[in-house]
């Protein structure tokens, strides 16, 4: 049974820093990515990497600020986010894929979702 579990959101002050931690167990993916979505905004691709977690992508908002890990070994995903700001407040969502295209809105395995909340 594939399951993603997330771990790690909370509240913050603007500013600091968030670990948000995601646990793949079932089968192994090629690309793994977070997403988050903001009360009455759409889901946004925040950050994926390849198997290797040698290719990364960035939301151009979180670019410098925001960094993806991958342990294979433990078949986990990690999103270390620093300098927080109130507009990152939003669910984040681990998602992932067979596929190789690591930019893309329509993964095929989701988690439930963490909460990241960070005041001003």
């Known amino acids: 049974q594939l399951q993603l579990v997330e771990s790690g959101g909370g509240l913050v002050h603007a500013g600091g820093s968030l670990r948000l931690s995601c646990a793949a167990s079932?089968?192994?993916?090629?690309?793994l990515a977070w997403f988050r979505q903001a009360p009455g905004k759409e889901r946004e691709f925040v950050a994926g990497c390849n198997w290797s977690g040698e290719i990364k992508h960035y939301a151009d908002s979180v670019k410098g600020r925001f960094t993806i890990s991958r342990d294979n070994g433990k078949n986990t995903v990690d999103l270390q986010m620093n300098s927080l700001e109130a507009e990152d407040t939003a669910v984040y969502y681990c998602?992932?894929?067979?596929?190789?295209?690591?930019?893309?809105?329509?993964?095929?395995?989701w988690g439930q979702g963490t909460q990241v909340t960070v005041s001003s």
């Open positions: 998602a992932a894929d067979r596929g190789t295209v690591i930019r893309r809105m329509d993964y095929g395995y």
């Open positions: 079932g089968r192994t993916f090629y690309s």
